[in-house]
């Protein structure tokens, strides 16, 4: 069982008209999901109440056809018609004992309505932000009044639906009530204008006519931007921030504090460590009575119980330690520190809202995965035979696929050619800013040393002839991959011709601390986080650096990780020089060729080394090797070989710890065949023709 110092933490707390059953707040969360996956929303929502979070909350739910944010897929209570899909959530979050929050939100100027085509609208003419070529209208008052009501609709709605706690949601700059809030973005010169006393109008009047509507029965929390992180001129915990929640102290029944934009509250973990908010939030219990959530990627229970008794948060708010580990808040309470599957800040789960897709977890690969796979975070059916499983290679994909085979309860031998566990997870870590992320590797670890039945072999290099001594019946490769230098990835699909290839250096040659001579060019035709990583080592290494990369921006896939404007700006302040939209086309005698991305236009320039961080290639010896003795495998006992994670296709770790996970949990499965692996929400349509 736990200690007694964790105690605080599982005391129960009014929150208006409900009282949560302990401090454990599931704070709203995208999901990729939400209104085109509401089955798949709620049953990843239940997953989270089952694992102990006392409230658990919907993503942002769009109160009206002039909020809409698609392609993103949140939840939508436009009309009567959206309840089912919303009660669903309120239920399953019901059958354990949590209270149902919803995030009531609208889009304001942020909504571009593409599928409603409503002209988007706000306290005064803006951008959308997207590139999408509109600008949004200024509100009239009719306007307000309309928001008004359609907010108390929507409200009303979501009780219906079963919610417990129902958000007026003002942060991240995302919504209208925040958008009339901050002086950036409202430039009106009537009551909603001007002065704090005249901006905050909305938001007051919209806490109140939620609490009049729904208030009896329904908590009516605020969500709320304390500091936009731009000092004087927008909210800031010192100034206006502060002067909100002193104007509007006790008139939510709790305060859920937010810093900054989504990419400062879902912080990276390479730009910020756990509790980053305390020094912007802590001032708000001074100023008001009611109950305060705040987040932070909160994974250890002592800062946990540390942010409550020094009065900085009443409720540890998490997305993304809930994402990662669904039941943090049991694993507390019996006192299973060890096994909590700790959040390592990659922002792949923002990721998938960015691009449109159900979301997924780096350490945990069920998310999303509740109901369309039937995917349990905590439970894994036991084995269906008594075959012996050997698995080769202990990257990401070969630690997951033993952890969970062991726990389905299979013999399994895990061979690793090195001296060390974790693969990529054991060497990316040393590099500048992944610390965090060796946590892949140190969960899987702490598990595999509670699992008797996995066998770990260090420093064995598995040839052919090795494997089929073992005697294993089942083979699962999991060699992983090594970065190419030939320059092959998607500017040139065919090796560049002419490369100095002594002075050409992979990423797998930094982690190996080969030595590079600068000037060194870093070629980045990856766009992840590497190629960022690379120069940010080789520039703290002293070396100059110049980055080059076909892309506009440097790790351009890192916008969806929320990441890239901060390894932007950081590669720039430490003298990184960048070369965007620009190909590398050769490398001979100490000078580079460089071509515009568009023209094709040439220019050179001196370097005396090159790093190709670009595609990568499979480890694939041992299993061809294999697969050209497939005739001696009956004898050797062996029914299937087959590959797992970076050694069928190098991808990002959150794939090759889904593929380990994959392959465990359909071992001794009839295979699906033709058939979709998973279920799909298709609407009813009646029969056709
Ligand atoms: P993934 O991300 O797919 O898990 P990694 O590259 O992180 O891949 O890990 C692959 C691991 O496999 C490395 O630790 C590597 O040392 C190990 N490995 C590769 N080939 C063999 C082999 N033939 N025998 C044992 N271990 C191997
Ligand atoms: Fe944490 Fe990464 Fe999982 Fe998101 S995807 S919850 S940041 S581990």
Not at 566 to 575: H, M
């Amino acid at each position: 069982m736990r200690s007694t110092h964790y105690d605080i933490l599982f005391e129960p707390l009014r929150i208006g008209p409900v009282t949560a059953k302990n401090r454990f707040y599931q704070v709203p969360h995208c999901n990729g999901m939400g209104h085109r996956a509401p089955s798949g929303m709620a049953a990843m929502r239940r997953v989270k109440a089952e694992g102990g979070w006392a409230v658990v909350c919907t993503e942002v739910c769009e109160i009206h056809p002039s909020a809409d944010v698609s392609p993103h897929s949140h939840a939508r209570l436009w009309d009567d018609s959206d309840i089912p899909a919303l009660a669903r959530a309120a239920e399953a979050i019901h059958q354990h004992d949590a209270l149902a929050g919803v995030e009531l939100g609208h889009h304001g100027f942020r909504a571009q309505n593409r599928t409603s085509r409503e002209i988007p609208m706000g306290p005064s003419s803006h951008t959308v932000v997207s590139y999408d070529p509109v600008q949004s209208r200024v509100m009239d008052k009719e306007d307000i009044r309309n928001l008004r009501r359609w907010h108390v609709a929507a409200a009303r709605r979501a009780k219906r639906a079963g919610f417990d706690i129902i958000y007026v949601y003002a942060a991240h700059g995302l919504v209208t009530p925040m958008q009339f809030l901050s002086k950036r973005y409202n430039q009106r010169t009537d009551e909603y204008g001007g002065s704090l006393e005249n901006r905050v109008r909305l938001l007051r009047e919209l806490i109140e006519e939620t609490k009049s509507a729904v208030g009896d029965t329904c908590a009516v929390p605020v969500r709320i931007c304390v500091d936009e992180l731009v000092g004087p001129a927008g909210l800031c915990s010192n100034g206006e921030g502060r002067d909100v929640i002193e104007m509007l102290a006790d008139l939510p029944d709790l305060w859920d504090l937010t810093v900054g934009d989504w990419s400062n509250d879902s912080r990276p973990s390479r730009f910020g460590d756990e509790g980053a908010h305390e020094q912007y939030v802590s001032f708000v219990k001074q100023v008001t009575g009611k109950p305060v959530v705040g987040n932070g990627r909160f994974t250890s229970p002592d800062t946990m119980v540390s942010q409550i008794r020094r009065g900085v948060l009443d409720f540890i708010g998490a997305a993304r330690p809930s994402i990662a580990d669904p039941f943090l808040p049991r694993k507390v309470e019996e006192g299973r520190m060890g096994d909590i599957r700790e959040c390592i800040g990659c922002n792949i789960c923002a990721a998938a809202d960015n691009t449109y897709t159900p979301i997924r977890c780096t350490q945990n690969p069920t998310m999303g995965e509740e109901w369309r796979r039937g995917w349990h975070p905590e439970h894994i059916p036991e084995r269906e035979s008594e075959d012996q499983v050997l698995v080769v290679g202990a990257g990401p994909a070969g630690l997951e696929c033993a952890v969970s085979l062991g726990k389905r309860g299979y013999d399994v031998l895990l061979a690793e050619g090195s001296n060390e566990l974790g693969g990529r997870s054991a060497r990316e870590p040393r590099l500048p800013g992944l610390a965090i992320w060796g946590r892949v590797r140190e969960y899987r670890v702490e598990q595999l040393n509670q699992l008797p039945n996995v066998q770990v072999f260090l420093a064995s290099m598995m040839t052919a002839q090795d494997v089929l001594d073992t005697g294993a019946n089942r083979i699962v490769i999991a060699a992983g991959s090594h970065w190419r230098r030939d320059g092959v990835a998607r500017y040139h699909r065919a090796p560049i011709s002419e490369l100095d290839q002594a002075a050409v250096f992979t990423p797998d040659d930094v982690m190996n601390g080969k030595t590079i001579e600068g000037p060194v060019i870093v070629y980045d035709d990856d766009h992840y986080y590497m190629g960022g990583v690379i120069a940010e080592k080789l520039r703290s290494d002293g070396l100059d650096v110049t980055l080059v990369t076909p892309a506009p921006l440097v790790s351009a896939w890192t916008v969806n990780t929320l990441e890239q404007p901060r390894i932007q700006r950081r590669l720039l302040e430490i003298g990184v020089h960048i070369r965007a939209n620009e190909a590398l086309v050769a490398f001979r005698g100490g000078e580079a060729t460089l071509a515009c991305a568009f023209t094709d236009t040439r220019q050179t320039l001196k370097a005396r080394s090159v790093v190709m961080v670009t595609a990568r290639l499979q480890n694939s010896t041992l299993y061809d090797d294999l697969l050209a003795r497939s005739s001696e495998w009956p004898a050797a006992g062996i029914k299937t070989v087959d590959r797992i994670g970076d050694a069928v296709a190098p991808g990002a770790i959150a794939a090759a710890v889904f593929s380990g996970h994959r392959y465990a949990r359909e071992l001794d499965q009839t295979p699906c065949g033709d058939d979709v692996p998973f279920r799909r929400e298709n609407p009813e349509l009646g029969s056709w023709p």
